[in-house]
């Protein structure tokens, strides 16, 4: 019985060795030690705490993205919706809110009803989620340029500015937000039966459909909280950090949380992922920006390489989905 055990406890060992997600922790480690050589000051306990605090606003985006890509889908409007969120947070809070709860509240539902619609567009009108999240973008781009002009505006929020810039213990506030959002996410997606009709609708929608997984509610379920991740992100952790809110500021991204899911092994195809491969995904992504940014490379340069990135994971995602 024990070498038994031990045999089991050897082949889950080497299958998390193997896994998608380890590989990309592993290249955040190896690239982390090799630029303290290179960079002085780079290994400061300070600078990756930072790139942290970073990846951080991606991995929030990135949550929800995650839900959609497992699901079959993909979310383009979710730079839009952060955007949305860092400007109207301003604009909704009101004297009566001393500690700026509700107007994050409101705000998030706001983001989460954008996301649900975008949902009602694939689910009911049975438009593609690629169609329906660009088209969404689109709208809500031209909406914040008719309210907010190019004005950026302030924001004033108690709570968001706790968020973006409180350190309890040493550690960014931002940083424990996001670990309890990885902590919700990573439970909901492999230990509920939301989660499991998430997968089994990604990797055959007909199946789960037939083995009565509720398509409509489930797709509803995923883009919504994509909705609502994305506004978290810029609603409490752009806008903390930043201090007031403009239209593009969200643009970064969308790029950014697509990415992340694939470096971090989701398939790109659907069913078949996991969010603990997209933290890991988001703290490279900020990594390679920050080591760009030390050999003085153009914006142009940090583009081509997350496209390089994207087109050959996803050459990869689809032949381990051609595999399955």
Do not use: C
């Amino acid at each position: 019985m024990t070498a038994l055990n031990d045999s089991v406890g050897g082949r889950r060992a080497k299958a998390i060795l193997r896994s998608r997600p380890f590989l990309t922790l592993a290249i955040v480690a190896g690239v982390w030690i090799v630029a303290s050589f290179v960079s002085r000051g780079f290994g400061a306990y300070g600078h990756l705490r930072y790139l942290v605090e970073l990846g951080a606003v991606i991995g929030l985006v990135a949550a929800g993205q995650t839900f959609v890509v497992i699901a079959g889908g993909i979310d383009l409007s979710v730079a839009a919706i952060v955007t949305v969120s860092a400007i109207s947070l301003p604009l909704l809070s009101w004297q009566a809110d001393p500690t700026g709860l509700a107007s994050v509240l409101a705000v998030l539902a706001l983001t989460t009803a954008i996301g649900m619609v975008n949902g009602l567009g694939v689910a009911l009108l049975r438009v593609h989620p690629m169609i329906m999240t660009l088209a969404m973008a689109t709208f809500l781009q031209g909406l914040l340029i008719i309210i907010a002009g190019g004005s950026a505006v302030t924001a004033e929020n108690p709570l968001v500015h706790w968020l973006g810039n409180a350190r309890p213990a040493g550690i960014p506030a931002g940083i424990l937000l996001w670990i309890a959002v990885s902590v919700l996410v990573l439970t909901v997606m492999h230990a509920t039966p939301f989660g499991a009709r998430v997968f089994a609708m990604g990797a055959n929608p007909l199946a789960a459909s037939l083995s009565g997984v509720p398509i409509t509610s489930t797709t509803l379920a995923v883009y919504g909280v994509s909705g609502f991740t994305a506004g978290l992100a810029a609603g409490v952790l752009v806008l903390g950090m930043n201090g007031q809110g403009y239209v593009g500021i969200g643009d970064p991204y969308l790029l950014a949380s697509i990415a992340a899911v694939v470096l971090g092994g989701t398939s790109i195809l659907g069913g078949l992922g996991t969010y603990a491969g997209t933290i890991p995904g988001a703290i490279l992504l900020v990594t390679i920006t920050a080591l760009i940014t030390v050999v003085n490379a153009s914006p142009g340069w940090r583009s081509i390489l997350f496209g390089s990135l994207i087109l050959g994971l996803l050459l990869l995602s689809g032949r381990e989905q051609a595999r399955r």
